[in-house]
């Protein structure tokens, strides 16, 4: 039997990459990627333990090129608001993985320098103790949530012209704010979200 071609952490993590992009998270399995690089399961467990440790590679491979380093200039929002861009503009190229982040960020050294940064732009704005905590979680929630909404359920979507069609009568809210959102880009809800959200943060320090 031929001894079993050794891998590269990063070729792991771009053929996993490859099967979430192409076939969707529910696709990522460890025969799908061996699939891929054209070698048995079995071999794939001589650099991952599971189909977890895979997961945490994949995350780190969509995030390695996002810069963690303080963004210089401007107050604290801005600051805060430029790094949260940048972990947008990552993900949003690889949308399927955006549901890994909140399971396997302690994993990823990435996300690990991405967050040390933010809690140094939010202890500079005086934000301590458990106040810091809840500021922290809230910029991961809204970054997470908001980069799935804009994947998943965009305001160009049929969703959103199903609800615009509602009968007025019964629904006069939800079919006017439906309408109006057909005129919002993803970029112009993203950074309105984003704004709406540092604002309220800031009032509330």
């Known amino acids: 039997m031929p001894r079993p071609r050794s891998l590269a952490p990063a070729q792991l993590a771009s053929a996993a990459l490859t099967v979430v992009d192409r076939d969707g998270l529910p696709a990522l399995t460890m025969r799908a990627v061996a699939k891929e690089l054209g070698t048995s399961p079995m071999a794939l467990y001589r650099y991952v333990t599971d189909r977890e440790e895979l997961a945490a590679l994949v995350v780190e491979q969509v995030l390695t090129a996002v810069d963690t380093s303080p963004p210089a200039g401007g107050n604290w929002r801005e600051r805060a608001a430029a790094l949260v861009h940048r972990m947008r503009r990552a993900i949003g190229g690889h949308p399927a993985v955006t549901p890994l982040l909140p399971a396997h960020r302690h994993r990823s050294p990435t996300v690990l320098r991405w967050t040390e940064t933010m809690l140094g732009v939010l202890t500079d704005a005086g934000f301590a103790g458990t106040h810091r905590v809840v500021a922290l979680r809230a910029l991961l929630a809204y970054t997470v949530g908001a980069i799935q909404l804009e994947h998943l359920g965009p305001l160009a979507g049929a ?19 439906a309408a109006d959102a057909r005129l919002v880009g993803p970029d112009a809800e993203f950074d309105a979200g984003l704004d709406i959200l540092l604002r309220g943060m800031d009032d509330g320090g």
């Open 159 to 177: 969703g959103t012209t199903t609800m615009a069609a509602l009968p007025p009568a019964d629904f006069p809210y939800l079919a006017a704010t």
